[in-house]
């Protein structure tokens, strides 16, 4: 039976993953800072597929919370399969708005945390010749929108990259760039999403169904849903004055930027 490790496996994206890798057959290692919550998930998927799952409470911020994880990822006696490197937030407030260390903190969970957990079972697969990782990245890693953004950016193009440092390996990397997905990452952030429209919301089922074919197809790139595939092909089209324009727009509404911003 594979195994498969789950980072943010509490809600959303990480569980419709869960849920459907456990129904698939997978043994779980959950991943999150919800200990009860964890717990209660494992309970509900050990029954319904009696798969094995365990529950790694961590906050992957935290050095001590990741490097436990990072442990658990390299562990030669309990080989990881897939690992999905899930877990992740957006801060509300504008770049000049935020604290220095809430800009920090999340960069330590959208960028360190997947490049040390990347690492980390990207060799003991490497070992084994074998395995599999996907990262979430976003859609909105292809525009320039604040930290979040340029965090997802660098989620891309350090999967595909990686990808590529692995080919004939027998590892496959996918970076999954979903859109608009109904999680609970916006009421978290307290986002203000009323402006979107309703045919651009995915859903997280569908999402998890979309990475899963990719990358059982070998793609390294997975953007679900097929306005969000047009979108990203014109962002790689348009001049990048007008994709600037544009990303200041989306980040002063979706932000409420208060202060003063030249595009
Ligand atoms: N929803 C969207 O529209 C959307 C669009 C594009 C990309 N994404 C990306 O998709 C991924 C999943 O987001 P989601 O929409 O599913 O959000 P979500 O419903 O808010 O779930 C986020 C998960 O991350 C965990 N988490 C947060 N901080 C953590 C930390 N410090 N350490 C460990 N776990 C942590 C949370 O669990 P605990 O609170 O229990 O720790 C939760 O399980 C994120 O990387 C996000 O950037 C989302």
């Known amino acids: 039976m594979p195994t498969a490790l789950v980072t943010g496996a509490t809600a959303g994206i990480g569980l419709a993953f869960a849920r459907r890798l456990a129904a698939d057959g997978h043994s779980l290692v959950l991943v999150a800072r919800d200990e009860e919550r964890l717990r209660r998930t494992a309970g509900e998927l050990a029954t319904a597929h009696g798969v094995h799952v365990e529950v790694l409470a961590a906050d992957l911020g935290d050095p001590a919370g990741l490097r436990r994880v990072e442990q658990r990822v390299a562990d030669t006696d309990r080989p990881v399969d897939l690992l999905v490197n899930n877990a992740g937030y957006r801060l509300r407030t ?157 980040y002063r509404r979706s932000t409420r930027q208060s202060y003063a911003g030249r595009s």
């Not at 330590?108 to 990207?122: I, K, P």
């Not at 890693?141 to 340029?150: D, E, H, I, K």
């Open 94 to 250: 504008p770049f000049l708005d935020s604290s220095i260390a809430d800009e920090e903190a999340m960069l330590r969970l959208l960028v360190v945390a997947v490049l040390r957990l990347s690492h980390a079972s990207g060799r003991a697969m490497a070992a084994r010749g074998e395995g599999a990782i996907i990262n979430v990245s976003s859609v909105g890693g292809f525009v320039s929108m604040g930290t979040y953004s340029a965090a997802k950016a660098w989620v891309t193009n350090f999967s595909e990259g990686l990808s590529g440092e692995l080919a004939g390996s027998g590892v496959r990397v996918l970076a999954l760039c979903p859109g608009y997905t109904h999680t609970e990452f916006h009421q978290r952030g307290a986002l203000d999403v009323s402006a979107v429209p309703a045919a651009l919301w995915l859903e997280a089922d569908a999402v998890v169904a979309r990475a899963l074919q990719d990358l059982a197809g070998d793609r390294v790139l997975s953007v679900p849903g097929l306005t969000y595939r047009l979108l990203v092909v014109t962002a790689r089209l348009m001049p990048r004055r007008a994709m600037r324009a544009i990303g200041a727009r989306v």
